[in-house]
């Protein structure tokens, strides 16, 4: 692992300079633009959670030119929202909140400095002349590869003027940028590990938003799993729109090899790439900084898993036994319109093989109701997708047509609105059956709980997650320490506990607290 660590963040040239010169990297700020009185900043976040790791690098960037951070609406002098671009409701969310925000704007007090508002992230890459020509009051827009470019960007605002960067880049991934934790919970966190996705299916607005797949030097991802684990993180998600595609061909010694065989009987529209470091590798590395700390990873593709994953995923007591296999539709006929790469049947077989090799494995999915031409009978067979496969998670939402998408160019978005509310609800309820009963079967066994902190309904109970990922609740009382010596301890964050699960739900499993734990200590339990 030494190999990867030193230099693992490197240094940009603005850094490196003579004593008697003055750093020019802000120039643009201008005496005493912040010098005076730094500027705070709001930032909301909004969508998946690349947008809640995006929003730690815009901080960190922030940071670095001096803003400071509030958690207080009214005393921001910079309010920023990360948004999302994937569905119109979510676009919608915004726009309402821009309403408030403007409203807020021009009612501040002359006294202070003037109120900065800017949309970054996806809805800005996708709609920049829309917001600044309808939202006047809004003042930066910025796409989700130009953060680096955000205090310039402000500065600009500073004048008065409207300033917009949505320049995709092919090889932007903010290695160099170490993103500031910005959640409460000290026990998880996220770590982006490539950007962007080549994918191109037919619904899907990201590559528009996003560009295409980049991936990050893997000695950045371990510079900064490390140091999460010395800050005492004991979960860590690897990010990414395709994450499993990840290849690093940053290193000279990654760029032979044969191009990464894909899962029996799905396909891709582009040309398969050879040469570098492919996401197993990662995942062995990541492994390794700390053998306590839980490894998660999302959003996968489901072409993209080779047999070496599974067999990390089953060696691997921090490896989670849990993954996500987005489906998008039963029906072989709505996979083709969608431009997925597989078949129903495919898909099926790599479900099997998943158990097969992981057993007890945890298996999620997303699912799209109403895309174009989808019938009764194309509907139903999603609905025996959801039987069959019996997912312990899902995420399901009416399909909702992008602009830019080739099912915007090339398809009718033809199923009434009333006819995809009937069948998302009729999805979320066989999912919701299914699920209850795959929780059921938990019932009796032992798992480990990663300890988030209290309930938020009943403060005399702890909750957390197991491998599985999935919800555990339990009550916050005395239990064995896990030294052997006989001595008790209440749990706290960041603790693992073996849990007997005593109940369940669709969401939630309950359960009686054993022990305190370890993950080596505890790997027949997973």
């Given at each position: ?483 052997g010596l006989g001595s008790t301890a209440k749990a706290k964050p960041g603790d693992y506990v073996l849990v007997e699960i005593s109940s369940g739900s ?21």
């Amino acid at each position: 692992m030494q190999h990867f660590l030193p230099g693992a963040a490197p240094e940009q040239e603005s850094r490196h300079l003579p004593d008697d010169a003055e750093e020019d990297a802000a120039h643009y700020l201008g005496a005493g633009t912040l010098a005076e009185a730094p500027r705070k900043v709001y930032l909301e976040t909004y969508g998946c959670q690349m947008n809640v790791n995006d929003t730690e690098i815009a901080w960190s960037i922030l940071q670095r030119s001096g803003y400071l951070r509030t958690s207080r609406l009214e005393e921001a002098d910079v309010i920023l929202l990360v948004t999302c671009s994937i569905r119109e409701k979510a676009e919608r969310t915004i726009w309402n909140r821009l309403r408030h925000l403007t409203a807020l704007k021009s009612k501040r007090p002359h006294s202070l400095v003037p109120l900065r508002i800017g949309i970054l992230g996806c809805m800005a890459e996708r709609l920049k002349e829309k917001i600044l020509d309808q939202e006047k009051m809004v003042d930066v827009v910025a796409g989700p590869d130009a953060y680096r470019d955000l205090p310039r960007l402000l500065a600009v605002a500073e004048t008065g003027q409207q300033a917009a960067n949505v320049l995709l880049s092919l090889d932007e991934t903010y290695a160099d940028i170490l993103p500031v934790q910005t959640s409460i919970s000290s026990t998880s966190a996220f770590v982006s590990i490539m950007r962007g996705c080549d994918n191109m299916c037919s619904y899907c607005i990201v590559p528009f938003t996003r560009g295409r797949e980049r991936s990050r030097p893997i000695a950045s991802i371990l510079q900064e799993v490390q140091l999460l684990s010395d800050q005492g993180v004991k979960e860590v998600t690897l990010l990414g729109q395709n994450v499993n595609s990840y290849r690093d061909t940053s290193e000279v010694q990654f760029l032979s090899g044969a191009p990464a065989p894909m899962s029996r009987g799905f396909s891709t529209v582009y040309k398969p790439k050879a040469g570098g470091l492919r996401f197993a590798a990662l995942l062995d590395w990541v492994s390794l900084v700390d053998p306590e700390m839980r490894i998660r990873f999302t959003s996968p593709h489901p072409k993209d898993f080779p047999d070496e994953v599974f067999q990390l995923l089953r060696e691997r007591p921090n490896l989670c036994k849990q993954i996500h296999l987005p489906a998008q539709s039963g029906s072989t006929r709505v996979l083709e319109a969608m431009r997925r790469g597989y078949t129903r049947e495919a898909y099926l077989e790599l479900v099997h093989h998943v158990r097969a090799s992981l057993p007890g494995v945890s298996l999620s999915s997303d699912f799209i109701a109403g895309f174009c031409g989808e019938t009764e009978a194309d509907h139903q067979q999603t609905v025996s997708l959801l039987r069959q496969v019996r997912y312990n998670g899902a995420f399901i939402f009416a399909y909702s047509m992008r602009q830019k998408t080739r099912a915007f160019h090339r398809l009718q978005d033809d199923v009434p609105t009333e006819v995809k509310l009937q069948r998302l609800k009729e999805l979320m309820a066989v999912f919701r059956e299914e699920a209850a009963a795959a929780n059921a079967a938990a019932v009796g066994r032992a798992q480990v709980v990663l300890v988030e902190g209290p309930s938020r309904r009943s403060p005399s109970d702890l909750c957390g997650r197991n491998d599985g990922n999935i919800k555990v609740i339990f009550p916050d009382v005395e239990m064995e320490d896990g030294t052997g010596l006989g001595s008790t301890a209440k749990a706290k964050p960041g603790d693992y506990v073996l849990v007997e699960i005593s109940s369940g739900s669709s969401q939630t499993l309950r359960g009686i607290p054993l022990r305190r734990t370890t993950l080596r200590e505890s790997a027949a339990f997973r």
